[in-house]
């Protein structure tokens, strides 16, 4: 009955849309795309994908280097060659590479850090130094500076707190930690505000080096001289050029000066490796850390301070420079003024096999093979737009730059953007907005993983079944939607999900082929094809998943966006925050009386300096009510749009006004104002973690709010969250009323 | 309106008991008990203790050796002085002392391993080295055998379900296993099993090395040279001499021959330092260990096997050799017949100064002690023995022998044993027969921490609410009873409660003060004062915890049995194997139905050798309704009895038939036919893990053949827990009828 209904329905209104797609196409239009796609497959080259990838990552090519250079004309080139209008954006950025960089141990013994990483047998690359950038950390002030060591574990908050029972204090001292559990500019922002003078991050062998497995060239990990360049901006606070948050720098625009900028370091940091930690480590005494704090190298790792005491030089140029992102069009034939968009940064720490090239030659053979449909008559519908951006390791500074700068026209403009970075193989992690979560379950239904006879889906989904946690296992079993994870940051989609609020997505393999060569002199195209994805497969299974989003963005007639899944993640989101706020409330509660009775003493070994931990202010109630009503409204106005898209037919005059409903609501999740403290940072949905770095918060000013026990702003944190819930209901009302 | 009807009833009968009081004595009685106890305190002596470690832990003193000789006469002689009937009883046993130990690696490299602990500067003890017994696995078959290294992580059954999983077969192979997770005869027992033709066991700093603490002389834990031995025997079928299973080894009893005996190993086994580890574990290759598999030396740990190749040579000499127990009696002056024991070994591996010399000597102060009280006119009611066993490091054979020789008697007239051994400081745990969990619960009231003006039970409880899980918060919460934990083996109680059925219980101080000196040439006086217990402060504390429970069970008229407690705890087990099984049900079905739908390998990395697992057979439901009725029943009884005990009295010529009938009561639990495939071990709800070792296992015959897949016969051993929980109830019903 409801079946002739919707026929009937579907032959009596102007658009018929097929019952099933969530593209707004029929079945014959479905049909087509699908033989599209078919098409776009048999234009993927795995050997195109090696030439490109030998050739990029064949010397060093961080910014301003000679090989970035010649990597960005090269991109360039290969997209003008393919029919894209290319254009190269340039800005102007503030970029500190190394001068002096010193470590010496100076007591109890001497010990000069080598901060050399060797070459090794089999691995030509390794040998081709001379244009290596040394290891460093990206925006670390200069300073010369002597103190006692402090162990201070991975150097998060957790960390402090224990040390803080141990009655050991870092101010004064120079702190160093372990590289891992929180990103790195986390380490060095934590110890300033602890009082530490500077800070030193390594690479521990437990999480990278011999015992995760065989090292370089052995095996995939981290050998013992590597060093993880990096930087550590304060990008939870803003990215990009630290001189010009939040406009583009562009010449003319106005800078700050160096002194205001609040996204350098406060301390100088360094990273060193496991072979030149082992002899500070080994020198530091006092208390022995605690068990879960012991790394493997063969000591017994101490807390300190001293009698270890180093002295640091560190001295940068603070130069400008100009950097490039090359970025590439491809003008839409029926939505010229919807664009959809694909990112890779182009710019490395050093060769950067992985990162980046290893995600740019699947974006590459993507636009490769789409103007190759072009050539046989292919015509996008909406306007594709490629972007290569240079100068993500320092600080998504390429993007963040050019999303700063267009920023109005992308809002007015971008339907999507999607990303992807250096990866290997084995199971397809995909983050993003979840309005887009179902469009990427079609998807990977309809790829095969390369090695399995089975979709990518499938795969995902065994995993889950095998190693999931109980409520994974519920939630697939359920026949729902995989879920897709919830974006931090870490690369160049930050700018656009959390500063402009695009739908956005990131898709990289990983989980097999992993290994310890991030940015170091060891991510060469001999350890990738020896180690990573040897014969690129997962490269060719990568450019059709991010192709076929692509093309589905762009044919699709009504834009895939699914509120559902959304909403149902939102109130995944907010279960987590509600339950965070009782246990954290009950286990206030139980540690207060406990040290109010005295009880927390006597569990401890009084023969040693270890007290308990500090009261805590005891957890209010929060005032959830309004979220969770306007929650219903959103779910009411779902069915609504959902029952209206289904059921109900749509004038061709009405579409364009409805797919920028569909595709602006993503900016409805941002506030001008952003999140406490770092205005930055729009989206109230997600957020990298003011205190993790790239680890995701989601629903971030309120779950902030109540784990940094900023208790009295958690209220009007979930008004601000209700409305823009309130905002995106009407806003499907308003697009509901489209259809009739 | 009770009350009045109590003290009415107390001063009708011939007997009236101290209402609260669980010992039966009346309110006088209890404060002379007091009294007593304070004077008994008075004379514990540390500084006696302090010479008699250094005495008896100045040289090795091994069985068979010169210095254990010595200790015997001079705890003899101790003994007698003090006033004790002093006996020291002989057996003969089989003894393997090492003549040749010695093991190579012959490929890919040559290294002959040191087998030698080195001393240590500011430890004089260990200079002393030639009287020393070298690092082997007593039990071990002789040997000379070569082989292709196996790394087997700790050697316990999952280790080798993952081996499998791998693809990876032992058959002809040496193994090399971790101390820990398991008793080490576990490990080559398994291995055998398997088909291993050797067996290698060395510890890894991550368990008792640098990665747990700062090493020997800068710490209390093991530094690279150092081993642990210990026997290998296979306890878990029966301890004690080898040649004489069920009967004491005295002269004239008929022996086994030796290839009849079945607690030899199957093949030869050694220990060795991580040192030696070191080459051998290096020059294994293949596969990756898995990451959890990583132990701490500083390498990528593989599995094998090989290429890594040794030669083990191992020849014993299999001497017939007699040892002594020093077993000193005081008798009892109203109750003779009733017999309250306490033991602690003497034999040690090496100077043993923590094992076994730390609670010997609390155990000689507490004789000591109440030899003056017996100067000063005190006189036990019952008869109390000391035993200071020999040979207990070989397999607990001295008091195997003496509990096997004298079973007859002291089933009869055993009222109770407490055992101690080495140990160090923090928090003291008690194990034993649940039926005198409320009686340690009244004493560790009454004794305070040496460190923290609190009682035992405080400083336990604190523990338990700040570290516990939350069913033992919870349990706390509710006013209960501390739970004592269920005995397993490792020491001298496992004959007299598991092949006796005599009410046990051990004790000892753990937690702070922890090393890694067990059973190596560091277990020494300098070692011990150094880090484990350096004023000995704790070996006062416990000589008072076990003086008192001499002291209650002799004075008490009516013995401390308290079986609600012990119905409890009988309970928690059975809830944990109807968890276990359901869970276990849970599991295999859904594993085997991601096997059958293919699902398993999908999670898998296909570059990878690593298998899904083997499908298991899926478990029946058990008939659990017999004990669950026979607990309901021992309920009813536990009523009667205490309402009794509580509210009625007893004539004195009836005493001596109901304790009777309460320390017989544990003998309810065994029977005759003992475990199924070990009829030594008769106990039915305490035995050592026939696949853990020392560890225990509660409800044993139930719950083992749950875990080995033996279906089959659980519901027959669940009624055979069933009828002894019958015989429980209806003694109890026999002894409330002898109140009236």
């Given amino acids: 009955m409801q079946i002739l209904l919707i026929f009937f329905i579907a032959i009596a209104l102007p658009i018929s849309l097929s019952a099933q797609s969530p593209l707004g196409l029929n079945h014959e239009e479905t049909h087509d795309l699908r033989t599209l796609e078919k098409e776009f497959d048999s234009h993927i080259d795995r050997q195109d994908m090696h030439v490109w990838m030998r050739e990029m990552s064949s010397r060093p090519h961080h910014i301003g280097s000679e090989w970035n250079k010649h990597n960005r004309y090269y991109i360039a080139s290969l997209l003008e060659s393919w029919g894209y209008e290319v254009s190269l954006d340039e800005f102007n950025i503030l970029f500190p590479s190394p001068n002096i960089i010193e470590l010496e141990l100076i007591s109890p013994l001497k010990y000069t850090a080598s901060l050399t990483e060797m070459p090794v047998d089999g691995d030509v690359s ?20 002597e103190g006692e060591l402090v162990f201070v574990n991975y150097g998060v908050p957790e960390d402090y707190e224990l040390l803080e029972r141990f009655g050991i204090e870092v101010k004064g001292k120079i702190v160093i930690a372990k590289y891992g559990r929180s990103w790195r500019g986390i380490k060095p922002k ?22 995760v497995g065989d090292v370089y060239p052995d095996g995939a990990w981290l050998n013992d001289t590597g060093v993880q360049r990096g930087s550590v901006m304060d990008m939870p606070l803003y990215p990009g050029d630290v001189l010009t948050p939040g406009v583009g720098a562009v010449k003319g625009e106005e800078r700050l000066d160096i002194d205001e900028v609040q ?16 002899p500070l480590l080994s020198s530091i005494g006092n208390e022995v850390a605690p068990n879960e704090w012991q790394g493997s190298l063969p000591i017994t790792y101490h807390l300190g301070p001293g009698p270890a005491k180093v002295r640091m030089r560190l001295e940068f140029n603070w130069d400008m420079i100009p950097i490039y992102n090359v970025i590439a069009r491809l003008e839409g034939s029926i939505y010229p003024d919807e664009w959809v968009m694909r990112g890779n940064h182009f710019d490395a720490w050093n060769f950067g096999a992985a990162d980046p090239i290893s995600g740019l030659v699947s974006m590459l053979a993507e636009a490769k093979a789409i103007s190759e449909m072009v050539k046989n008559g292919y015509s996008p519908s909406r306007t594709i737009i490629y972007g290569a951006w240079d100068a993500e390791e320092e600080g998504l500074i390429g993007s963040t730059e050019w999303v700063e700068h267009n920023a109005e026209t992308l809002k007015r403009n971008l339907v999507s ?48 079944l095998v190693n999931g946690s109980d409520e994974e296992k519920d939630h697939i079993k359920k026949g729902n939607d995989l879920r897709i994870n919830a974006l931090g940051s870490g690369s160049d989609y930050s700018p656009f999900l959390q500063h402009l609020g695009v739908a956005s997505a990131h898709l990289n393999f990983s989980g097999e082929g992993d290994g310890g060569s991030y940015h170091t002199l ?49 109130n995944l989101y907010l279960r987590e925050i509600k339950l965070l706020s009782e246990s954290l409330r009950l286990e206030t509660r139980n540690v207060n009386s406990l040290l109010d009775e005295d009880i927390y003493r006597l569990a401890l070994d009084p023969a040693k300096s270890f007290s308990p931990p500090r009261k805590t202010p005891n957890v209010p109630f929060f005032n959830f009510s309004i979220l969770d009503n306007n929650l219903d409204m959103l779910s009411n106005a779902i069915s609504i749009y959902e029952k209206a898209y289904y059921e109900k037919g749509i004038r061709p005059e009405n579409i364009i006004y409805l797919n920028k409903l569909l595709y602006q609501s993503e900016r409805l999740l941002t506030r001008d104002h952003g999140l406490p403290n770092r205005p930055w940072y729009k989206h109230h949905i997600y957020a990298p973690g003011f205190y993790t770095g790239y680890g995701v918060k989601t629903i971030p000013g309120v779950r902030e709010a109540i784990e940094e026990n900023d208790f009295e702003i958690v209220d009007q944190q979930i008004i601000i969250v209700a409305d823009i819930i309130k905002d995106l209901a009407n806003n499907l009302l308003d697009a509901s009323n489209l259809f009739y």
Avoid: C, Q
């Avoid at 979709?455 to 995902?460: E, Q, V």
């Avoid at 350890?527 to 997962?538: F, G, I, M, Q």
């Fill in 126 to 145: 390794t040998f081709n130094t001379s244009e290596l950038i040394p290891p460093y950390n990206a925006f670390s002030i200069d300073g010369d500076i």
């Fill in 190 to 211: 934590l110890a300033a505000e602890k009082g530490a003078i500077g800070a030193i991050i390594y690479s521990d062998p437990e999480d990278y080096g011999y015992t």
């Fill in 263 to 278: 996204t350098l370091t406060k301390i100088p940091v360094m990273p060193i490796s496991y072979s030149d930690a082992l």
């Fill in 522 to 570: 060891y991510d060469t195209y001999e350890h990738y094809t020896s180690w990573r994805d040897p014969d690129l497969v997962y490269r060719e299974v990568l450019a059709k998943v991010a192709g076929r989003s692509t093309l589905r963005l762009s044919e699709s007639r009504i834009l895939p966006f699914n509120f559902s899944n959304f909403l149902d993640t939102v």
């Fill in 417 to 464: 953007y999607v990303n992807t970075d250096g990866g290997s193989k084995g199971f397809l992690n995909i983050g993003g907005s979840h309005t887009l979560e179902n469009f990427f379950n079609d998807i990977i239904k309809d790829v095969n993983d390369p090695s399995l006879n089975v979709s990518l889906f499938d795969r995902k989904v065994a995993d889950l």
